[in-house]
């Protein structure tokens, strides 16, 4: 997979009904699918991702983009736990 695809794959893996969405700036998950009932949807997301091959080298783009189509989840922060006053 080359950086011009990256909008391809996520348009295609959201038309094969992958929940396609970045965590925080970690990762991103594509293999759930919106309805984990859909058991064919497994199936096209799979083809999906072999169909464009590797993208490893290009996480970082792939995160960026996914923000910039807010497809993401956020991770709430922790509160703070520190004991005030201790």
Known sequence: ??????????TAMIEAG???QVVGTI???????VDPTDREAYG???LVSSAFGE???L?????AYLHEVGRL???PEEPDTAVLGS
């Open 55 to 57: 993208r490893d080298h």
């Open 18 to 20: 992958s929940n396609v």
């Open 73 to 75: 989840v956020d991770i």
């Open 1 to 10: 997979m080359t950086k011009d695809e990256i909008e391809a794959f996520v």
């Open 44 to 46: 096209r997301i799979a």
């Open 59 to 63: 996480k970082d783009e792939i995160i």
């Open 27 to 33: 990762g991103y998950v594509v293999a759930e699918p």
